[in-house]
């Protein structure tokens, strides 16, 4: 799949709205150039207690045994975290990916002289933490307290035998067991943030960088260094694949739309980071029989040649709340179809659909947050995931979202003792042909796509 992570597997109003939008986006991408130019020396809005480096953890009797045999963590999650071919070492080779050719074409492109050094690139490529202690290696890549956060007030009282995961959070630790914290942390490089260097702007994408895409389960799980087992529970509770990707479909749809009226391009409004990429990258030809790539999608009400705002966590977030709140999910997709249709029109109308609509998200988050999923709503969310959302996988990039979903939801349904695990594996190789159909943006194939979603959904009622 065309994600940042590798898997196991942007609607103006014409001429009366133009100079108004135009001095306000100016004044816009201004403030955002002065923020990313003083980032090296302020580090405006990230973590600001002192950061020690991976080496402050990678201790023998602390997180560097060679082999998983500690007694209440499995103490050798550097080595996993550190691991030079498998996908939970990715985080340790992010800031080597910056001496790649890619990279450093990228950077050509870009006029930055060292990729390795800028921190346009390395505030996600590496920890961008503006006190760093004597152990701290830029070339770790994204260690430890990148994630869990600067330990200079708890990496020695977290280690006691009497320490709490309330006394480790009060200390400065952050609690990444909760998935809103946690996709708050994740949304910062695999979406964006408004901190110095954690945005991906177009300029940046239309010099090569890959696409960004977010689920936060999925990329758990890809990522995991820690097992959740009866001491985690025991210490933290355990929220469950289902919560945690709801609850991360609606901050992403937040985040974005947090985003949105400071992230502007000059006269173009929204930074075409925001759009769906093939709604603008597509084929096209001079002869009249051509066939026309422009798609139908009575989910968003877009006039022809508008960029489509890229919509796959609202997509998700829709087939969330019909389960988990449908007393929100009317007003959702209204919300939904008004942003949709405002892009079109003036700046203000669209950052006013935009505030409703990132309101409903975030309530959204917390109500997930609190809820419990129970097998009945897994068995739901899946049937309206590949069933009631076909019409809207229209483009790749809802149904690369779809397929992960698939994936997630099934595999919670595992995790919790739901299903078993033999039965569902019988449905891999759907799962696996659905992702190979959404593995290329340039042959994406709709019709095909939604015939796979709609084998998986039969096959995953029969596990019922």
Known sequence: MDVNVPMHAPRRGRSQQVGAWGWLT?????????LAAESA????????????????CAGSTCHG?????GPRVRQNEVMTWSDPASLTGAHSRAWKVLMEPRAQAIGRRLGI???????ECINC???PAPVRGPKFQQSDGVGCEACHGGSVNWLASHASVKASTADNMARGMWAMHNPAVRAGVCLDCHFGSDKPGQFVFHRIMAAGHPRVAFELDLFTSLQSHHD?????RAQKGISGGVKTWAVGQAMAVERALSLLPAASAGLTGPDYYFYDCRSCHRTFSDDPA?????????WRPIPPGHPVWNDEQMIMLMAAARVAAPDLARSLEGQSRAFHAALGGDRAGALKAAAALKATAGTLARRFAGASFDRAQSFALIEAVLVGNAPAYTDYQGGAQAVMAADTLLNALVAAGQVDRAA?????????RAYALARDANRWDAPAFRAALGQIAARARALK
């Open 26 to 34: 100016r004044i816009a991408a201004l403030v955002w150039a002065i």
């Open 41 to 56: 020396v302020l580090a405006a809005g990230h973590d600001r207690a002192l950061h020690q480096g991976v080496a402050t």
């Open 65 to 69: 045994r060679q082999e998983a045999t």
């Open 113 to 119: 002289a060292n990729v390795a050094a800028s921190p």
């Open 125 to 127: 490529h590496g920890d």
């Open 228 to 232: 959740e087992d009866a001491d985690y």
């Open 290 to 298: 051509a066939q026309l790539v422009a798609r139908s999608n009575g």
């Open 424 to 432: 569902a594996l019988a449905l891999r190789p759907d799962l696996d």
